[in-house]
Structures are given as C-alpha cells and as structure tokens.
C-alpha cells in the first residue's frame, strides 16, 4: 500500500522506526535515550496552512496534508496539549454501521484507515476488532434493526442479526431473561468493529505529521481569527500573531466559539458527553456492546476497568463533568443488563463536549469566508471517524473543493434541505 491515497510511507524524517531491534537496543540504555516523539517548535510568522485543534482530527488533518498532498508547511495549533480534549474523553467506541449512504461513505472510508493504521504511522494504537454489538429491547425495535441490518449490507459494510440465545453465549455476563425491564429481543453485530487507544492515535498522528515537517504548537490559545476582503490572513494567538492563507478549525466542543471569531454561527449544539470505568475485573466482556433504548454501551478496557456511557446531557453547556442524573440513568440500566456491575465500585468519571448539528451528522466544508474551512459537529461518533475525517477534511483544504465522501456534509445542506438524519443509527441520544 506504499504510496497509496491514504498516504501509506514509512518514516523518512528525523525520526526512528519503532521495531523490536529498536526495543532490544534501548533496553541497553534503560530506555533513557529514546528520541522525542514530535518537537516542540516556537511558531513561524507565516505557514500555507494553520489548522486550529490539536485533537485526533486535526493531527490527522495535518498528516495527510503533508503525506498526500504534499504540503507541510503546516501549523497545528492547540491551546491545551494535544489529545487533551474530546480525543482523549471518548469510550473509543469504531464501527461503521450506519443508515444512509452518505453517512456509510464516511464512517466506512475511516474504518478501512483503521484497518492499516498501526503499520502506516509506525505507531500501534492498539485497534482491536472486537466486534460492536448494538441490542434491542422490543418488537418494534428488532424490527427496524433488521431493516437498518439490510441498508447497511446494501453498503458493503458487514453487519449480522443475532438471536437472544446467540448473544447470550457471545456476553455470558448479560441477563436475557425476559422478565427484566428491558428484555434483550436480539441484536446485530459488525465484526469489524471495535476500539482503539485514544492517546495512541494523537500521538501516532502527531509523531508522522511532526516526522513530515509539521509544527505542532501546544499551549498556544487562538484568539481570533484575521479577515480582509472576504479573505482569512492568519489567526491571532496568545502566542502572537500567525499568518495563513488557509485555517482549517477542527476544535470539538468549541466549533461554535471559533466560529464567533469569524463573524460565523453554526447550527450546532454543545452538550456533555459522559463516560466513566469501573475498578479492574478479569476479562469478562470481549466485544462493546450498545443499547441504543436505553441510552447505555459497556466494553472492557485493556487494562481490565468495564467502560461504561451514555447519551448526551439534556442541556447546553461546556462543562467537562456533566450531570449525576445522566449517570445514574446509565448505571440502572447496566446493573439490571449485567448485575455483575452492581458489586463494582466506579473508579472515575469524566465527560466531553460535542457538537451536534440538527440531523446529528457532520459538517466539513468551506465557509463564506475564503480560505477557512470548519470540520465540526460529529456529536458522538468523532472518534470513530478520526482517520477518514482528517483524510477528506486534508482533500477539501488542499484543493479548495469536497471529494465524493465529504461533499454531502457541506454547510449548503442546512440551505437546501437536504440533511443526513442520523440520529436513529447515532446509538445514543443526541
């Protein structure tokens, strides 16, 4: 796959490959003397292009802009440090099962970078294909899943319906008894779904797309953004001023505040996304499993802790902890799924901002300033989408013009009527 669209090539910057003759000769030196993963520069004056949002997608926006297309006098501005934001505060939940076409387009499209990643960065981010199992609790609901299962198929993505006996012996810890609050009807599964580890994938990204050239500068927060004739010149920083004639914004959860910098307003919305773990069991749960009903998905973590969400808070808001009634919903509904949970104690919570447009899809798309362009609104399923989304937003903001996969998610959508409603396939509310 060297030389391929999706920007497959092994390291030839400064950097050294990651091998297990690289691990044997380091041991020698007590792993004193690895080499720094990425730089960490002062900022140039002026770059071709500056993209704002140091998270997964923007450092994958970076990377390919440098691999494919070739231009790596590129700055990737982040005001915390990178992953720090909705990359690392996810359930790191990929799949690719979706209901309309456009929507299969974009989550396939990123389920096939996946699928190569680890070898194409030179960096393992531990993608494991453990399978996603989404369930349902009545008739009704089977029903429409064995409807999506067909649209799905008609996409050539893989996806399968499965019986309660069937899922029973796949997640031996589930009660599928019918007696319980929400009875376990069936489900559907894509075995090529699964999780990876969301600090792998920044520092993946930021190691390639530093290894090309790319300047990454942490701990630098943008303050506005520089226009003149209808034109994007740069950003203004706490660091100083930068030129650009180009900025890509991709700063989940704040897509709307940056936007305000520009004289724009988006139709998104920005609400808490919580998640929270358990303390470490033995290995009890080899798939993720999701209940779109009752608002609540469970998988288990390398390290042993079952990780644990939910649907979005019902309110607006930037808060990075979120609402106790939205935990205790998610906590009901999993003791009663898996009662092996009720003697567990939480080790720790957390929550994470997203974006949710109207029709709980994407927007990657110019805007009706010249040269900015906005990756924003993916609601819950950003992570999921981190490779694909940073392979067609890198397309748009190099040739000024969407591919195949990204055009549907223009801003001209909320114009012209012509919306992708994802929210019955989000998997949780919006």
Not at 247 to 252: K, L, N, S
Not at 314 to 341: K, M
Not at 392 to 409: G, H, Q, T, W
Request: with cysteine.
């Amino acid at each position: 796959m060297k030389g391929s669209a999706s920007g497959m090539r092994a390291l030839k910057g400064g950097s050294s490959r990651y091998s297990i003759f690289a691990l044997a000769r380091n041991a020698l030196s007590y792993h004193e003397n690895w080499q720094k993963a990425w730089r960490s520069p002062e900022p140039k004056p002026e770059y071709d292009v500056i993209i704002v949002g140091g998270g997964g997608h923007g450092l994958a926006t970076a990377y390919y802009l440098a691999s494919v297309h070739g231009i790596r006098n590129v700055a990737v501005i982040e005001k915390g440090w990178i992953g720090g934001g909705n990359t690392g505060r996810n359930t790191t939940i990929i799949r690719s099962n979706y209901l309309w076409d456009e929507s299969a387009g974009i989550y396939e499209h990123a389920l096939k970078l996946w699928e190569g990643l680890s070898q194409e960065l030179n960096f393992n981010v531990m993608f494991s294909q453990r399978g996603v199992l989404t369930l349902a609790h009545s008739e009704h609901e089977l029903k429409e899943m064995r409807r999506r299962v067909e649209a799905i198929r008609l996409n050539g993505i893989d996806s399968e319906v499965m019986t309660p006996g069937q899922i029973k012996k796949l997640v031996p810890i589930i009660d599928t008894s019918p007696t319980i609050r929400y009875p376990v009807m069936g489900g559907f599964i894509q075995k090529r779904g699964g999780t990876a580890r969301h600090d792998a994938v920044a520092w993946g990204y930021a190691r390639a797309a530093d290894d090309l050239g790319v300047d990454i500068i942490q701990n630098c927060e943008v303050t506005g953004i520089l226009r003149e004739g209808g034109k994007v010149t740069g950003i203004e920083t706490s660091r100083g001023t930068i030129r650009a004639k180009k900025v890509g914004c991709v700063t989940a959860g704040h897509s709307g505040v940056v936007a305000e910098m520009a004289g724009l307003h988006l139709p998104i919305d920005s609400r808490p996304l919580q998640a929270l773990v358990s303390e470490p069991i033995k290995p009890c749960v080899d798939t993720v499993i999701m209940s779109n009903a009752v608002h609540m998905y469970i998988s288990q973590s390398d390290k042993g802790e079952l990780v644990m969400g939910a649907g979005v808070d019902s309110y607006n808001s930037y808060s990075q902890r979120g609402s106790l009634p939205t935990v205790e919903g998610l906590l009901a509904a999993a003791v009663e799924l898996y009662p092996i949970v009720s003697r567990l104690r939480v080790l720790r919570t957390w929550g994470g901002i997203v974006d949710t447009c109207p029709d709980a899809s994407p927007i990657i798309s110019k805007t009706p300033v010249e040269g900015l362009y906005f990756n924003c609104g993916w609601g819950t399923g950003g992570f999921k989408a981190t490779p694909g989304s940073g392979h067609v937003f890198a397309e748009l903001i190099a040739k000024d013009e969407p591919n195949r996969i990204s055009a549907p998610f223009s801003l001209n959508r909320f114009e012209t009527g012509y919306l992708i409603d994802e929210h019955g396939a989000a998997g949780v509310a919006h």
